[in-house]
């Protein structure tokens, strides 16, 4: 049996490798990507099997550079992972608290421990870099410093979580999408994410909604998005609960697609467990 | 006649000072605060008389922390104002485009600026810091280095824009709020934003939505965003045109309310001028 090959945002030791850990446990071989678009290129060329994307988080909102990937590449959604965000402060194995003068991590991460940083760290400087893992690892060459990040960066890069769950908001959750060639088969407890456009805005989302609505069927989900060409002309991304191929699904999906420009299904998929 | 005093996401240099700028021109005095939630206390304490907030970008989506201090707090939207994000590179006086070895900017003006760093600065190291007005104002301390950041900030620290308009996307928008203790009398072409939560999702978002569109009310905007105390609870963020002192707009208002947990009106405003 040849392994599976699932791409995820780098680099190792970031949320998204955990969140890849999380869904295919033992049994894949993860390759991180510096880029959300060489995910899509290497699902797309057969490299990769699965692609892990964050797609949007409690407190920092959407994360738009995957929603604008979802709606221009042909990808499905094959599933999703839900991750509480936990932050730690890590060090050098002989570093202690009070000898810490630069605190390092991703701006999110940075703004999630405010309260830990300003109570504990009242003195020490505060950088930005690209990702929670990058900060572990610049560890090793900076005296002095710490890191905002997870438990396996403090592992990979040798370094040691001195402080566990800084963050100021206990509930905290990011949620990934995996990507794949084709979306998954009914298990009972899905959902199905779509993007569509309409025409003008007074009656026609509310008529696009009722499709869902007369059919009982729960949305999760709704955003508007402007679209990169025209301005005043807005995309919509909905979830909602079921799958495309389930009949009440399916007649809600068909008769929508008479009311808007366009309408993809990005694709049905197993609902994550809280 | 006492001058209006202005708080804006600083430091100097930032969008959203050229934000306050565009909307006050000369006649207030601008004060830079280092985060958002020191601008709401300056409002509601009388000390500055508005206060400057980014609510969106066309690229990067909602500012999550200007929503839940919306959410938050009580103090009133009273005006908007879009900006169009122009990214500059910009140098040291002296600094000639080959001897560029270090690209310092925020990560989002970056992640905007990809194409032009890939194509003309291949070789650079790229470094994120908070804010664009913080890398302009590194280059007096760093040798061979570029930030991405404004024309007023390049002014403001002595610096050189070498490269005008490096952003990969020519329609990249930021949306601004101004934010008082009251919002705007009507002005003929008005935008009104609220929040509000509902029970449970299949009917009752359409429900709600039904009354803006029945009256011929055009909404311009909705996202849902999760509450931070209960999970599956739901927050949405409507935008429409009109105000709400304007008859239709206020049945419609009132309409909503009794069919909302809650429903707060954020203000009513003039519609940005494009």
């Known amino acids: 049996v040849k392994e599976q090959l699932v791409a ?10 955990e969140a890849a850990r999380k869904r295919f446990r033992e049994g894949a071989l993860l390759k991180p990507c510096m880029e959300l678009g060489e995910i899509w290129d290497r699902v797309e ?25 979802l709606f221009e590449r042909d ?23 009070v000898e810490i003068r630069l605190v390092v991590s991703h701006p999110q991460a940075i703004a999630q421990c405010k309260r830990f940083l300003d109570e504990q760290l009242p003195l020490a400087t505060r950088r930005t870099v690209e990702s929670t893992a990058k900060a572990v690892q610049m560890l090793a060459e900076t005296e002095y410093a710490a890191a905002i990040g997870t438990e396996s960066a403090a592992d990979i890069y040798g370094m040691k979580v001195l ?6 908001n ?13 979306d998954s088969p009914p298990s009972g407890s899905d959902r ?13 989302l509310v008529s696009v909604l009722e499709e869902l ?38 007649q809600a999906l068909e008769s929508m697609r008479k009311k808007t ?5 990005l694709g049905s998929y197993p609902k994550a467990r809280p």
Chains 1, 2 share one sequence.
Not at 192 to 204: C, E
């Open 192 to 204: 199905t994410s779509i993007v569509f456009s309409v025409a003008h805005l007074p009656g026609t």
């Open 163 to 168: 402080v566990k769950d800084i963050q100021d």
């Open 261 to 265: 420009f366009f309408l993809k299904v």
């Open 45 to 69: 060329s057969g490299e990769a099997d699965f692609g892990v994307v964050p797609v949007e988080n409690t407190t920092g909102g959407s994360v738009i550079p995957s929603l604008d990937l």
């Open 75 to 97: 990808l499905k959604v094959c599933g999703e992972v839900e991750l509480r965000i936990r932050h730690n402060l890590i060090v050098k194995p002989d570093t202690r608290l």
């Open 213 to 250: 609505s007369k059919r009982r069927i729960n949305l999760t989900k709704i955003e508007s998005r402007p679209t990169r060409q025209t301005p005043w002309e807005y995309l919509f991304y909905v979830d909602f609960e079921g799958h495309r191929s389930e009949k009440i699904c399916h």
């Open 170 to 182: 206990p509930r905290n959750f990011t949620r990934f999408f995996i990507i794949g060639t084709r």
């Open 8 to 17: 995820y945002l780098g680099p190792p030791g970031t949320f998204c490798e």
